[in-house]
């Protein structure tokens, strides 16, 4: 909605940092630390401090530019191929998952990360609110990985795994985990976890000693790539949200 006065959207009363995830600028987590940066105003005044809301009325400006809120959410799954950084843009000037979305016209961005070398599941939206839902653990949505690992882990490795393995002095909550198949030199593994700590596949996998040659997110929730192929992706629809299992109004 569009006060014909004044041009500016119209909007119910929220917090900042919920504002500027509906504008589709950045997710709730970004948001605050935009506003810690001192990247946002509201009515001409620099906010840095959390619990600001905003209001109707209110001009909201983010980076020197009007921040309005995205007229249709939208959900995009896209295969990532290894070989891109899950990021709007890169400073280093790699490429990017943004490189991948062309015939995307809204602002999207990508919910959690994968890592550069790590390909499989990713979506993207302007929906700050799922983001933050589908992300944080205690919605404990499971992502679900095949992971080619060095060598033939054995009973117990597996069992630490499943157990929980002490990375950055705290244990990971525990994993489902299933073994495909192995010889001699590899394994193929299948891993779900709801965490999303840095690399942590790949940690868990270095901790029991046997490093992740290959990895590849296959499922998030009950939502699978299908035949979705390396570079390629699609619209979400309402009953593919639903095998995500995030709660809408949580």
């Not at 961005?109 to 599941?121: K, S």
């Not at 639903?242 to 809408?248: A, M, Y």
Request: charged share 30%; proline share 5%.
């Amino acid at each position: 909605m569009v006060d014909e006065m004044s041009g500016r959207h119209m909007f119910e009363k929220m917090r900042l940092q919920k504002y500027l995830s509906r504008c589709g600028i950045a997710s709730r987590r970004h948001a605050e630390e935009m506003i810690r940066a001192g990247r946002v105003r509201v009515n001409g005044v620099t906010v840095t401090e959390m619990g600001i809301t905003v209001s109707p009325g209110d001009l909201v400006e983010c980076d020197g530019k009007p921040a309005v809120p995205e007229e249709r959410p939208v959900y995009i799954m896209l295969n990532k191929p290894a070989g891109y950084v899950t990021t709007a843009s890169d400073p280093q000037g790699r490429k990017t998952v943004m490189d991948l979305t062309g015939g995307v016209s809204e602002r999207v961005y990508p919910v959690g990360r994968l890592d550069y070398d790590t390909e499989g599941l990713l979506i993207l939206t302007n929906d700050g609110d799922f983001a933050y839902r589908s992300t944080h653990p205690r919605h404990q949505v499971n992502k679900t990985y095949i992971a080619e690992v060095v060598g033939e882990p054995s009973r117990e490795a597996l069992q630490k795994l499943r157990d929980g393995i002490m990375l950055d002095r705290r244990l990971t909550s525990p994993a489902k985990v299933e073994l495909l198949r192995q010889n001699k030199r590899r394994a193929v593994l299948r891993l779900s976890i709801h965490e999303g700590r840095n690399r942590q596949v790949r940690r868990m996998c270095e901790a029991i000693g046997h490093p992740v040659r290959s990895l590849k997110r296959v499922a998030i929730g009950g939502l699978g790539l299908g035949s979705l192929k390396p570079g390629e992706w699609r619209y979400l629809s309402s009953k593919d949200l639903k095998k995500i299992e995030v709660d809408s109004n949580g």
